[in-house]
């Protein structure tokens, strides 16, 4: 899955209405606390991707701390953390990390809409436009498509 059309969409938005597309978690989350102390650990590319870099060298597991809500691994959409009506604060997790399990730590946000596309890069020829797609990270997964 390439959500390379999701940052063309964030950088395109960013530039017409203002903003930032690097932001701290915190920005989104102003009510939680435990936040100020996780400030240079993550951080939000836009409104729906959370990445968390490995900061250390030979590391195989790191801890990231996630807002409460619900949270989404990247690519494979698997639910790594569900949102707690009763609670402002979110929860550290332990994540995988390294070049050996060829991992990025990149989570998705529930509640956004995401397009991409699964055409190939490096391929521009007019018979490689795929669909565009979109991928709304609810609770339950759906796949919407259209024609680009």
Known sequence: ?????????????TSLKGGMIFKPVLFDYPDDPLLY???????????????????????????????????YEFPSLKKVMSYNPNS?????????????NENINVHLKGGVIL???SAPLADTSITAITKLKSLPILSLIHICRCRR
């Open 1 to 13: 899955m390439c959500i390379r059309d999701s940052i063309y969409t964030q950088y395109m938005q």
């Open 37 to 71: 102390s996780n400030l240079d650990t993550t951080f939000m590319f836009g409104n729906a991707i959370k990445v968390t870099p490995v900061l250390e060298d030979h590391t195989s597991t790191l801890i990231s701390y996630f807002p409460n809500s619900d949270w």
């Open 88 to 100: 402002k604060e979110g929860k550290n997790l332990t994540l995988v990390c390294g070049l050996e």
């Open 115 to 117: 397009p991409y596309q």
